[in-house]
């Protein structure tokens, strides 16, 4: 089954306490990409990768990392998470004509 | 910068048709996407534009003038099930861009 994951689904951390949210997906696709959902803001782009070892910002990538070491994953990283990085995260990874969306990570910094 | 607008909200009732405009700005324009998403859940495709014109897929069309930078969604026969978030979103260049989203709820 053509699936992206995503792990954790639910995190609450501390304001500057190094997190890492992973990200897999099996379709065998060269895009991949985090986005950051907010209510009234809609999905922002935060990084993206065309390939394996390209990467780049997206609209909103301050404060976060993230790297593409094999095609298959592409983990997002906080440095330093503040407050203002709570939100719902999701991984994408892109066919020809369309984005699959990983089920989404619920973030809370505290 | 990048301009993607939708209304908020919208009511329909059960069994009707409704219509779900999204205007955009952008710069570069790889095609229209409209993602279907239910509360608390990941956004599903629905349906993809690049070309203007019309595209059917079952119950759900999409409409895409570039000329004018708008395009609609066109929801027939409405089920409780439709109630939803409908994201409209822009791809140009290498990147993707989302409208606020428009929250359909359906009533009987």
């Known amino acids: 089954e053509a699936q992206v994951t995503q792990n954790p689904r639910y995190l609450i951390t501390v304001t500057g306490k190094k997190l890492t949210v992973t990200c897999s997906q099996n379709?065998?696709?060269?895009?991949m990409s985090w986005y950051r959902q907010d209510p009234g803001l809609g999905l922002r782009q935060i990084y993206y990768?065309?390939?394996?070892?390209?990467?780049d910002k997206g609209d909103v990538p301050e404060g976060y990392k993230v790297s593409r070491k094999e095609k298959r994953n592409f983990p997002l990283i906080l440095e330093s998470p503040s407050p203002n990085q709570t939100s719902l995260y999701f991984c994408?990874?892109?066919?020809?004509?369309?984005?699959?969306f990983g089920p989404g990570t619920r973030l809370l910094v505290l | 910068g990048q301009n993607i607008d939708q209304p908020t909200e919208m009511t329909a009732t059960e069994g009707a048709i409704v219509q779900i405009n999204c205007t955009y700005q952008?710069?570069?324009?790889?095609?229209l996407f409209w993602y279907q998403q239910h509360a608390g859940e990941a956004p599903t495709f629905l349906s993809y534009n690049v070309l203007d014109g019309l595209e059917e897929k079952g119950r759900f069309s999409s409409f895409l003038s570039r000329s004018k930078g708008y395009s609609y969604l066109l929801l027939k026969e409405l089920q409780m099930k439709d109630s939803a978030s409908y994201l409209c979103a822009v791809g140009t260049g290498n990147q993707f861009y989302f409208g606020t989203g428009t929250s359909l709820t359906v009533i009987p």
């Open positions: 379709m065998n696709h060269e895009y």
């Open positions: 952008t710069s570069g324009f790889n095609g």
């Open positions: 990768s065309m390939n394996v070892e390209v990467t």
């Open positions: 994408a990874s892109s066919g020809p004509l369309t984005q699959y």
